[in-house]
């Protein structure tokens, strides 16, 4: 079982920049890929980002590269989402998700935080 917390989330003007961290517990967190999925009200979730579980590899939605920058830190057990240049379309609940192996597919991944909220003004 792996545990997954997210903080980060907050209210940004367009143009702004956040860091989203997962902070992750349980089992190693160096043994799974972690990715990034955003919900916005009424919506489904969608993938934002991903890597590999050495940080060697990564992937990004056509709609946040270039702006978004995912990353990692095995020694702290801890996942980050930099997200700059933000734009009120990027306003959704964030989730950070843990797998074997990266992928975009949402129904694949076991382990899931319980989300944080990014709000975006125009």
């Known amino acids: 079982q792996v545990h997954l917390v997210e903080s980060g989330g907050g209210l940004v003007q367009a143009g702004g920049s956040l860091r989203l961290s997962c902070a992750a517990s349980?089992?190693?967190?160096?043994?799974?890929?972690m990715g990034w999925f955003r919900q916005a009200p009424g919506k489904e979730r969608d993938f934002v980002a991903g890597?590999?579980?050495?940080?060697?590899?990564?992937d990004y939605a056509d709609s946040v590269k270039g702006r978004f920058t995912i990353s990692r830190d095995n020694a702290k057990n801890t996942g980050y989402l930099q997200m700059n240049n933000l734009k009120p379309e990027d306003t959704a609940v964030y989730y950070c998700?843990?797998?074997?192996?990266?992928?975009?597919?949402?129904?694949?991944?076991?382990?899931w935080g319980q989300g944080t909220q990014v709000t975006v003004s125009s």
């Open positions: 998700a843990a797998r074997n192996l990266m992928t975009r597919t949402v129904a694949l991944y076991p382990y």
């Open positions: 349980g089992r190693t967190f160096s043994n799974y890929a």
């Open positions: 890597i590999s579980w050495t940080g060697g590899r990564t």
